[in-house]
């Protein structure tokens, strides 16, 4: 079986803060790693492989420097890589990434199944996985909570709905997002890493895919733009108590009391 | 191709220039500034940077007739005819942007056997409900689902498309935006319109603390995701307004490589999102044995603990009680939070409570900008003796009525 993972490097920290003099967001370092969603994916990639055998692609979109996650996803078992990397893909939105993505899944072969974590921890989205199954022409489940059976020609799987758990069965090629919980992630394994530290990533740019038209990708192939980024509103309306904390209790003491909660 | 060019002789200070972007994506090499692919089109180097150093150029925008996309649909999103309360409240919000501008409110349904539950709806401010009632869409299955969607936008041509950031929502919104290569924007927290009927999306973004405003100004339909519990819905009137359309599509078009082999009901837990007193523990709680004073207070409220993402990353709760962008969003009577910091992705998650009281010791903690009543104190010292203080309360209550029966 050929699984390609889906995988992305985001920001180490939430903590992005925006200067309110000036509008410019302050930047605490660049310190990043692996979206966490995504560990999930490649365990679940490395679990088909060592219960059924599988050969595994990890692909992630980004700056030269995301091939860390590549890397990382060597030393849990993937065993090839490719990174999409050009400036024109500057400024992509949930369709323009997606689309970059499905040009990239198409160039490293055409997998059976295609897996991504849930969402990422900077977009917060949970979208590119479902566009992207639209892109590669295939069929999807997301929110997969378990695989329950691995055929030659389908899967079996458990889908999260909002009351119910549907388990479908779904014919490759397809792509399915994972639920946090489904494996638990292994870490990292240092013989993996020595025995793969040399090993090749290839970098893939707007020229090497089929589809090289600019206005696809990028900006240009993004319907959506930001129009302005700014510091959220607080709430106008609101009371700043200060003291001993025996002070602060009793008057959080009295403030319950007043709206009627005790 | 829309770009950034910069203009080398405009700038003196380097590394000032390659400080002004968030993302990292200016870097030097050679002694010259060039953007790389982390660039996120921002512009802030275009707006903040030395005058006229960084040039944002963009050429050949395409046009459309926006006349011809009109109304505002909400997805209908239910479980064998049940349908979420989040349909209701996008139903609302529709109704107050398509009022704006003149456009109809359609409610699409699909599914099989809701004939009957589609006229529910027109007590809640729908012009049209469009109902393809076919066997094949009795379970959700992608294929089916998609294409019956695609259907009705080729069909109505709507400029503003509404669905419930509910897994189902999640799934279907971003299969159906792509098939028409139009833009999506999740998890939306303010919406609003325009008189071009440009639809102006807002939502936390980059993970951080940052808000950002989103449109789409060159595609339609425009679709966006809403949780539940963002919006209000409205009161739902004795009237039936509107009517109830039904719609047919080729059975071809409605074939699935998924087949639905089971459907389980998911033991009824009880979700923080239907608590009316909520309790939040944040990243100052030290180990999990202190969680139980989060739990006591909770409880002598009638009310549930809830948790920020840090303490789920421990381990020490059930994801389902994650309150934020990647957990659940609330909207209880009452939330406490105790030791939040109150970073935006979780304020996204609760700031449409009733009362938000806040306790940390960090007077310039950004949960105080979301609170009614903020609290600069140890939640270690102040909780105990809140606790206290209730409990007694109670029990002077009861020695009172105690009194009154003797």
Redesign the interface.
């Given at each position: 079986m050929e699984i390609t993972v889906c995988i992305k490097q985001?920001?180490g920290t939430?903590?992005?803060?925006?200067d309110e003099k000036?509008?410019?967001?302050?930047?605490d370092g660049?310190d990043s790693k692996m979206n966490?969603y995504d560990l999930y994916a490649i365990e679940t990639a490395v679990q088909l492989k060592e219960a059924h055998g599988a050969h595994i692609t990890a692909i992630s979109m980004?700056?030269?420097q995301a091939a860390e996650v590549i890397k990382e996803a060597f030393m849990m078992g993937v065993d090839e890589g490719a990174l999409l990397?050009?400036?024109?893909?500057?400024?992509s939105?949930?369709?323009a990434t997606?689309?970059t993505l499905a040009q990239g899944v198409k160039k490293t072969g055409n997998p059976d199944l295609v897996i991504c974590g849930k969402?990422t921890?900077?977009?917060?989205?949970?979208?590119?996985?479902?566009?992207m199954?639209?892109?590669l022409g295939i069929?999807?489940?997301?929110?997969v909570l378990r695989i329950l059976e691995v055929g030659e020609k389908s899967i079996?799987v458990?889908?999260?709905?909002?009351?119910?758990?549907?388990?479908?069965?779904?014919?490759f090629p397809?792509l399915i997002t994972v639920e946090?919980?489904i494996f638990q992630p292994r870490l990292p394994s240092f013989k993996l890493k020595m025995a793969t530290k040399d090993k090749k990533i290839t970098f893939y740019s707007l020229q090497d895919f089929d589809d090289t038209d600019?206005?696809n990708y990028?900006?240009?192939g993004?319907?959506?733009?930001?129009?302005?980024?700014?510091?959220?509103e607080?709430?106008l309306?609101?009371?700043?108590?200060?003291?001993s904390?025996?002070e602060?209790?009793?008057?959080?003491?009295g403030?319950?009391?007043e709206?009627k909660?005790? | 191709?829309?770009?950034i060019i910069i203009h080398h002789n405009q700038i003196q200070n380097l590394e000032a220039a390659k400080?002004?972007c968030?993302?990292?994506?200016i870097e030097e090499i050679d002694g010259k500034l060039e953007?790389?692919?982390?660039?996120?089109?921002?512009k802030?180097c275009v707006?903040?940077g030395p005058k006229g150093a960084f040039e944002f150029v963009e050429d050949?925008v395409r046009t459309i007739n926006k006349e011809e996309w009109q109304g505002v649909v909400v997805y209908v999103?239910h479980?064998e005819g049940?349908i979420?309360p989040v349909t209701y409240e996008l139903i609302g919000k529709a109704r107050e942007m398509a009022d704006k501008i003149k456009h109809p409110v359609y409610a699409l349904f699909m599914g099989a056997g809701i004939a009957e539950q589609a006229k529910e709806l027109l007590h809640y401010g729908v012009d049209e409900v469009f109902v393809y009632d076919e066997e094949a869409l009795r379970?959700?299955?992608?294929?089916p689902y998609?294409a019956v969607f695609e259907d009705f936008i080729n069909l109505k041509k709507p400029s503003i498309a509404l669905v419930g950031g509910?897994?189902?929502g999640?799934?279907?919104?971003?299969?159906v935006?792509?098939?028409f290569?139009?833009?999506?924007?999740?998890?939306c927290t303010i919406l609003d319109v325009q008189d071009n009927t440009d639809l102006?999306?807002i939502r936390?973004?980059?993970?951080?603390?940052?808000?950002?405003?989103?449109?789409?100004?060159?595609?339609r339909p425009q679709f966006a995701?809403v949780r539940y519990k963002i919006f209000t819905a409205l009161e739902r009137s004795d009237i039936e307004k509107g009517v109830v359309t039904r719609c047919e599509i080729a059975q071809e078009k409605l074939a699935?490589?998924?087949?639905?082999?089971?459907?389980?009901?998911?033991e009824k837990v009880q979700t923080i999102e239907d608590a009316e007193?909520i309790v939040v523990a944040g990243r100052a709680i030290q180990k999990q044995e202190d969680l139980k004073m989060i739990e006591e207070l909770a409880d002598?409220?009638g009310g549930q603990v809830a948790c920020t993402r840090p303490l789920i990353?421990a381990g020490w709760i059930d994801?389902r009680k994650q309150v934020g962008?990647?957990g659940r969003t609330v909207k209880p009577?009452?939330i406490i939070t105790c030791g939040v910091s109150g970073?935006?992705?979780f304020?996204a998650g609760m700031?449409n409570s009733d009362?938000?009281?806040a306790?940390n010791r960090d007077?310039k903690a950004n949960i105080?900008?979301?609170?009614?009543?903020?609290?600069?104190?140890?939640i270690y010292?102040?909780v105990p003796?809140?606790i206290k203080?209730?409990k007694s309360?109670?029990m002077s209550m009861i020695d009172l009525k105690s009194a009154e029966n003797e």
């Open positions: 985001v920001p939430s903590e992005v803060e925006v000036t509008g410019v967001l302050k930047r660049i966490p980004g700056p030269p990397t050009d400036r024109k893909f500057a400024g939105d949930v369709l997606s689309y969402m921890t900077d977009g917060d989205t949970a979208q590119v996985g479902p566009e199954a639209e892109f069929p999807h489940i997301a929110n079996i458990e889908m999260d709905m909002p009351s119910t758990i549907e388990v479908a069965e779904i014919a397809c946090k919980g600019e206005k990028g900006l240009n993004s319907p959506t733009q930001v129009k302005r980024i700014f510091p959220p607080g709430n309306d609101h009371e700043i108590w200060g003291g904390n025996a602060l209790s009793e008057q959080l003491f403030k319950l009391k709206l909660f005790v | 191709m829309a770009k400080d002004l968030p993302f990292g994506a953007i790389n692919a982390g660039c996120k089109m921002c802030i707006k903040k050949q999103d479980v049940e979420h379970d959700f299955r992608i294929e998609a509910t897994t189902v999640r799934s279907i919104a971003p299969r935006a792509a098939r290569k139009t833009g999506l924007t999740a998890d102006d999306q936390p973004a980059f993970g951080g603390n940052i808000m950002a405003h989103i449109y789409t100004p060159h595609h995701t699935s490589k998924i087949r639905v082999l089971e459907i389980k009901q998911k007193v002598i409220l990353e994801a962008l990647s009577k009452l970073a935006i992705q304020v700031n009362c938000i009281i306790i007077e105080f900008q979301a609170a009614h009543y903020g609290i600069i104190g140890d010292e102040i003796t809140l203080k209730i309360g109670e």
